[in-house]
């Protein structure tokens, strides 16, 4: 164990060195960039390689290009970037391969406000490339958190080899909080299982938890990455039966997991709670102590944070808290909200948005919490 | 398959895999081939080495085969 | 299944002979291609120079990129435009990969163009071949980057205004290793290119200028593959040590074809070794 300073973006890339990173492939892009920067001093003395490809477009594809290699990869970018990345996301998800892809929030649409925060792209880290898929994805609020939740990324990506996204923003990227980093054993690390042998037929073929072991390049697998529908042979397979089956798989892979991904933390709940509040990542820091004061004030208030927003885990959620009324608090127009009310169905749901570009201020969120108080 | 030698040389036809393109036909230098009567299970016609004799084994048949579906091989 | 299957065609070693017939249309180039650079790289594996096991097959989306359907290796068939890209992550990642990239002019340098460009630049340690055949054969038959003036294609009907792209002289520009041109009509020139390509570090790249009868004949009035092949073969003229301006590509005034480039520039690879000091 180790304690140190640090700011998230250090975090993100000390908490992917921790889990195993040996390829970055980036584009410089605010807020992100000093994750690359500081990976490209540290990777290649831990026999790691770190490249600044042209676009994020060929980020993205180098770090799955590389995951198929054997290495574990990862890429970071913000709003503009990673909206360049939609389409690999998609082939990450049907050749099932694990990438770690950051995406450090900044004030959007289009260029918008490349140094400012914001949580605009909630949605988009859930849907950003087309067809059927779920993506998991995390949001962290505190620089430690950012480095444990990049580990638990890469774990993720490599138990169900699946892309997976982290949420950090403008500013947790530039937070410094002390954090505490893992030696070697002291926190879990997984890796992709292997197939056995050379040659293998159906490298499309699961195991009974529904992910086939990953026939990487160079070892005599023959293997095919295909980013068509395919069957378990890899063959492109155009027919409904096949398509049926390669999706359902790929979704029912990470929901048999949410046990895994899905994870949250509640503050001050009893089973008596009036109110909740709901909020994740940069914006739940203050939704905290709002709800410290509305607490001072009187009100029997409580708060959730989701560390996963995606996928969530609606039974848990559910019998996370008896509140009548929910308030969810986050930095855009209102985006997670939707799921909440949905989730909720037989409570009152209220959406508190903020279009702050800077870390809301208390006053501002306890004025947008009152309305609904 | 289509096989025919003679002293040096003998020509393969996969009649599954041709597609009745013709570069074969067109390109053998000494006119080995001809388009056959049989169609194979796609419903092509593949050549058929008729004039064996001539075949100087130059292989450009084989090597101008889009389709993997003929060979040539010296008689041993 | 690939493991099944009887060998009968002395290169069904190294193919997924399960998926031959290929969906290629009758007489398209691209088989050709895929042959000679089958027969090269068996001659490399024969010299044991070449780990069959360490062979990764690259290819975007394109008529051009499903040779790596039909090859036994490792094989990766991904997005459009980018087989380069991840060809790069693969090589970076394990440096003992050979890793080729196969794909349509659309694919290597039309939406792959940047990938292209920057690769060759940076001397990435990949072979790319690309086919060009003047088309976008899998969609239909629209316009491509290499596409000559004048052409009706589905989306130029009037004639397409646009001069073609020259892949040739844009990778004489960059930082590339090697560079040649062959065509189908010459497949023992794809073999020797090939064969040479396999055993050169650093960014190698071979354009073989193909025959599309099904989609490109017909725009040009070349619909049957034994014409459209002899009248390729007509203009097609090989030249030793042939200059830039020998890369121009005139269907009237002829179409060289030779090894434009070939030097040793140190690869990605040992620049990277260079810096991080090992
Ligand atoms: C992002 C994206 N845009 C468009 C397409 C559709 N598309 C598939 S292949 C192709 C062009 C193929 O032309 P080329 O690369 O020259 O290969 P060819 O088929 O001629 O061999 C296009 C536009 C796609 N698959 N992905
Ligand atoms: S070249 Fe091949 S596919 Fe074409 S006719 Fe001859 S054998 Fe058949
Ligand atoms: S469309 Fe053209 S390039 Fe594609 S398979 Fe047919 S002939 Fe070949």
Not at chain 1, 212 to 232: A, C, Q
Not at chain 1, 241 to 249: E, N, V
Not at chain 3, 18 to 27: H, K, M, Q, S, V
Request: glycine share 8%; with cysteine; charged share 20%.
């Amino acid at each position: 164990m180790r304690k140190t300073f640090a700011s998230g973006n250090i975090a993100v890339a000390e908490g992917a060195i921790t889990a195993g990173l040996k390829f970055y492939a980036g584009y410089p892009i605010t807020p992100s960039s000093e994750i690359m920067e500081y990976l490209a001093e540290k990777l290649p003395k831990l026999n790691g390689i770190v490249v600044q490809m042209e676009d994020e477009i060929a980020s993205i594809n180098a770090a799955i290009g590389a995951s198929w290699a054997g290495a574990k990869s990862m890429t970071a970018t913000s709003g503009p970037g990673f909206s360049l990345m939609a389409e690999a996301i998609g082939l990450a998800v049907i050749t099932e391969t694990p990438v770690v892809i950051v995406d450090v929030m900044r004030a959007g649409p289009s260029t918008g406000v490349p140094t400012k925060t914001s949580q605009s792209d909630v949605l988009q880290a859930r849907w950003l490339a087309h067809g059927d898929y779920i993506v998991p994805c995390y949001a962290p609020w505190s620089v430690q958190e950012a480095y444990d939740l990049v580990i638990k990324a890469f774990n993720t990506a490599e138990l169900l080899r699946t892309p997976v996204i982290v949420l950090s923003d403008a500013v947790i990227a530039h937070l410094w909080e002390p954090l505490t980093m893992y030696d070697q054993g002291e926190v879990e690390i997984i890796n992709r299982k292997i197939p056995k042998g050379t040659e293998i037929t159906l490298p499309y073929k699961p195991d009974p938890d529904l992910i086939p072991p990953m026939p990487i390049f160079g070892k005599g697998f023959k293997t095919i990455v295909e980013s068509l529908t395919h069957d378990e042979r890899g063959y492109y397979a155009p027919h409904e039966s096949a398509y049926r089956a390669l999706i359902t798989r790929l979704n029912l892979k990470i929901l048999k997991r949410l046990d895994y991904i899905f994870d949250y933390e509640t503050y001050n709940c009893t089973s008596e709670c009036d109110y909740m509040l709901l909020s994740y990542g940069s914006t739940a820091r203050v939704t905290y102590i709002a709800m410290l004061e509305l607490r001072r004030r009187g009100y029997n208030i409580c708060m959730l944070r989701l560390k996963t927003l995606w996928p969530i885990d609606r039974e848990k959620l559910v019998n996370s808290c008896k509140a009548r009324r929910i308030v969810v608090v986050e930095n855009n127009i209102g985006k997670i909200y939707m799921d909440i009310d949905r989730v909720f169905k037989d409570r009152e749901v209220y959406s508190a948005p903020i279009l702050s570009l800077e870390p809301p201020s208390l006053r501002e969120v306890l004025e947008v919490i009152s309305i609904w108080l | 398959m289509i096989s025919r030698e003679h002293g040096k040389f003998r020509v393969t036809v996969i009649v599954d895999r041709c597609k009745e393109c013709g570069l074969c036909i067109a390109i053998c230098p000494v006119k080995v081939l001809v388009r056959s009567s049989i169609e194979n299970k796609y419903g092509y016609r593949p050549p058929e080495p008729s004039d064996i004799e001539k075949c100087i084994g130059c292989k450009l048949c084989e090597y101008n085969c889009p389709d993997f579906a003929i060979f040539v091989e010296k008689v041993v | 299944m690939a493991v099944e299957s009887i060998n009968i065609h002395p290169l069904d070693k190294h193919l997924r002979v399960d998926r031959i017939p290929t969906l290629y249309c009758p007489g398209c180039g691209i088989g050709i291609t895929l042959g000679a650079m089958l027969r090269a790289l068996d001659k490399r594996i024969n010299e044991g120079l070449i780990d069959p096991n360490k062979i990764v097959w690259v290819g975007g989306i394109g008529c051009s990129a499903r040779t790596v359907f039909y090859v036994r290796y490792d094989a990766a068939h991904v997005l459009h435009g980018r087989a380069i890209a991840f060809a790069t992550g693969v090589v970076l990642a394990n440096p003992e990969l050979l890793v080729i990239v196969v794909g349509g002019d659309g694919d290597i340098a039309g939406i792959g163009g940047n990938h292209f460009i920057h690769a060759a630049r940076r001397n990435i340690d990949i072979i790319v071949v690309m086919i060009t055949n003047f088309v976008y054969a899998m969609t239909g038959g629209q316009v491509a980057p290499t596409t000559p003036r004048g052409v009706k294609t589905t989306t130029t009907p009037m004639g397409n205004p646009e001069p073609p792209l020259n892949a040739i002289k844009l990778v004489l520009a960059l930082n590339a290793n090697y560079a040649a041109r062959a065509s189908v009509t010459t497949p023992h020139y794809i073999e020797n290119f090939f064969y040479k390509a396999l055993g050169i570090k650093g960014f190698r790249f071979i354009e073989v200028i193909s025959t599309c009868p099904e989609i490109y004949g017909r725009h040009i009035g070349l619909r049957d593959p034994v014409e459209m092949y002899n009248e390729l073969k007509k203009r097609v003229k090989y030249k030793p040590k042939p200059s830039i301006e020998d890369a121009d590509i005139d269907w009237e005034k002829g179409i060289i074809i030779g090894e434009f480039l070939e030097r040793n520039n140190p690869s990605y690879l040992e620049l990277l070794r260079g810096v991080y000091g090992k």
